[in-house]
């Protein structure tokens, strides 16, 4: 069984996906041991706090330098005996302190079908704006591992959704999440969880 650790840094509607697949038996390899959010206040943390799962905050503001946050990071995850590293719209590019103590071990989910619409500057309803403004037929989420390029580890699973005439950013984000996201994200993390069952 491999401790699940989800960064979060807002709503946390992926983190509910994660949470509800855990409590539906689709996540039998993990288990959600710990949710860190960057931001105190966020809504995630009332999420994960009404789940039972511990919480904690590890704010950058609190912290001089962005190795001094992924230290920190790290050790929170290292007292927890965290495995596997979830990040589920958590908004800050991890170090090399993170990418060296969970090589192949972290997992992001982006609402795009990476490699389009992703990248430095691609994050929340930016990256829907670019797809309407660019006239695609069909947009989608991936869900990749974490290595030292954004967005650039390799890709786990993939999922397309339709673009709708007349979509604004916000009505594109909410397909997005609904069909892909939250559907691709704990299926990822299990198959994820099955791998490193095997490694040990
Ligand atoms: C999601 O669109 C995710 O792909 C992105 O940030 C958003 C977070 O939403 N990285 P939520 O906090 O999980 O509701």
């Excluded at 409590?23 to 860190?36: C, F, N, S, T």
């Excluded at 959704?161 to 299926?187: F, I, K, N, S």
Aim: charged share 20%; aromatic share 6%.
């Amino acid at each position: 069984m491999q401790n699940i650790a989800v960064l979060v840094s807002g709503n946390g509607s992926n983190l509910q996906a994660l949470l509800d697949a855990r409590a539906q038996g689709k996540i039998p390899g993990g288990r959600i041991a710990l949710v860190i959010s960057s931001r105190p206040g966020a809504y995630a943390l009332s999420r994960a706090e009404q789940a039972g799962v511990p919480t904690q905050v590890v704010n950058p503001d609190d912290y001089e330098s962005r190795l001094e946050f992924d230290e920190a990071l790290c050790e929170m995850l290292q007292d927890f005996q965290i495995d596997l590293v979830v990040l589920a719209g958590f908004m800050y590019i991890l170090g090399p302190a993170m990418l060296q103590a969970y090589p192949n071990r972290i997992l992001n989910v982006h609402p795009s079908l990476i490699p389009a619409f992703c990248g430095d500057g691609f994050y929340g309803l930016r990256v829907h704006q670019a797809v309407l403004e660019a006239g695609v037929p069909e947009t989608g989420a991936t869900v990749h591992l974490v290595n030292e390029v954004t967005d650039g580890g390799p890709i786990l699973l993939q999922k397309k959704v339709a673009v709708h005439p007349g979509d604004t950013p916000e009505t594109l984000q909410r397909r997005v999440l609904e069909e892909a996201e939250w559907v691709l994200l704990p299926q990822a993390t299990q198959q994820l969880c099955e791998q490193l069952e095997h490694r040990q």
